[in-house]
Structures are given as structure tokens and as C-alpha cells.
């Protein structure tokens, strides 16, 4: 059974980094195809992908935020975390990590953690 | 980047009735287009992949059509718990989102 969680504050202030940790089970992202997505949702608006690390240590990111993005993974403890530097209100938003499998579409979804960016 | 861009952005549905989403992309994205269904304060679900294939567990009243630039969702008889939002993804580049169809009672 393919399970994801997200975890990390749900408060940050503007400046500041934020932390999220994606732990999953069910899967290994040592095997060949899988992948592990970083997906936000600003509140009532689409969804938008950000980051994908692959099982071999690929890194991708979206164009816009390339900059202040960080992926990794730490395969021996089935996470993956994402960094995402100097916070601003605009990323205030539900952040979900997600499976893909053979670099296609994303078949298991954490539940997602709201993140709001506030003084 | 390939745009993604579905209609209408809100669809009015009485249940038991036919619902006809549409996805249209910017550039050919061949076959490699997902369907997910989203419902309040809930992360999507996979419904379709490969334009057409139902994920596990998926209903039959759940079809995907289409090839190319444009793409179908079809809920061929509308359950109450398919009252949601869908959002078509293209995955031969860079995944994108297109930005949802709200399917409502009406």
C-alpha cells in the first residue's frame, strides 16, 4: 500500500525559508521509474507542479521558482524533502507531494499541508 | 511551456444527467494526459491516464477520450459524490495543470 504524508510548519513569515518533508511508504526511490513531485495549490486555484527528484538522483524544477527550490531525498528513510527560499505571501498555499512512476502522471497524493506565509 | 486550458470553468449538472469536460492543450501532447477529481480539502485522484485508461478503482462512468490537443472527461451519469473539481495534466514535458472544471449540482 502507497502511502504519502507531508509535514512541515504551517506558519512561516515573509524572508524566510520553509522546510517540508514528504515521508512515504509502499515504494522504494531507490527503484528504477519512481519519482517523487512537490505539487501547491494557492487557496481556490489550480494546481501547480514545482519540483521532482528522481530515483536516481535526478532534480527538476519549474522555471518560474528555479531559484529558490531545493529537492533531495534521503532514500534510507523514504523522504524527500523541499526548501523554498525567501517566502512571500503569494506562496501561501496547500502543498502536496505525490508518487510518478516512469516519469508520467501522479498516481498516489499526500493529503497536503497548508503553508500561510504571514507576519 | 504547453498550456493546458479546460472548459467551461464551472459545469451545472442535474444528477443522473451526462457531464462533458473539456481540455484543450497549446501544442500536441500525444496520448500522455491524466484526469484527477478534487474535492474539498482533499488532495486529486488519479481517474484517467494515457488520455483513456482508467486508474484502479475507477468507476465505469468514467471515460477519457481524445488525443493530440484535445481531450474529453466524460461522467456519463452523474453520481452525488462526483460533485467536484477536475483538472486535466499533461505529461509529455513538464507536468501542467490545467485550471479546473467545476462540476455543480444545479
Known amino acids: 500500500q502507497v502511502t504519502l504524508r507531508q509535514s512541515g510548519p504551517a506558519l512561516v513569515k515573509p524572508t524566510q525559508t520553509l522546510t517540508l518533508t514528504c515521508s512515504f511508504s509502499?515504494?522504494?526511490?531507490?527503484?528504477?521509474?519512481?519519482?517523487v513531485s512537490w505539487i501547491r495549490q494557492p487557496p481556490g486555484k489550480a494546481l501547480e507542479w514545482l519540483a521532482r527528484?528522481?530515483?536516481?538522483?535526478?532534480?527538476y524544477y519549474t522555471t518560474s521558482l528555479k531559484t529558490r527550490l531545493t529537492i533531495s531525498k534521503d532514500t534510507s528513510k523514504n523522504q524527500v524533502v523541499l526548501t523554498l527560499t525567501n517566502m512571500d505571501p503569494v506562496d501561501t498555499a496547500t502543498y502536496f507531494c505525490?508518487?510518478?512512476?516512469?516519469?508520467?502522471?501522479?498516481?498516489?497524493w499526500g493529503q497536503g499541508t497548508l503553508v500561510t506565509v504571514s507576519s | 511551456e504547453i498550456v493546458m486550458t479546460q472548459s467551461p470553468a464551472t459545469l451545472s449538472v442535474s444528477p443522473g444527467e451526462r457531464a462533458t469536460l473539456s481540455c484543450r492543450a497549446s501544442q500536441s501532447v500525444s496520448n500522455n494526459l491524466a484526469w484527477y477529481q478534487q474535492k474539498p480539502g482533499q488532495a486529486p485522484r488519479l481517474l484517467i491516464y494515457?488520455?483513456?485508461t482508467r486508474a484502479t478503482g475507477i468507476p465505469a462512468r468514467f471515460s477519457g477520450s481524445g488525443s493530440g490537443t484535445e481531450f474529453t472527461l466524460t461522467i456519463s451519469s452523474l453520481q452525488s459524490e462526483d460533485f467536484a473539481v477536475y483538472y486535466c495534466q499533461q505529461y509529455k514535458n513538464w507536468p501542467v495543470f490545467g485550471q479546473g472544471t467545476k462540476v455543480e449540482i444545479k
Open positions: 527528484i528522481d530515483w536516481d538522483d535526478d532534480k
Open positions: 494515457g488520455a483513456s
Open positions: 505525490a508518487r510518478t512512476v516512469d516519469y508520467t502522471y501522479f498516481d498516489y
Open positions: 509502499g515504494f522504494s526511490l531507490s527503484t528504477s521509474g519512481m519519482c
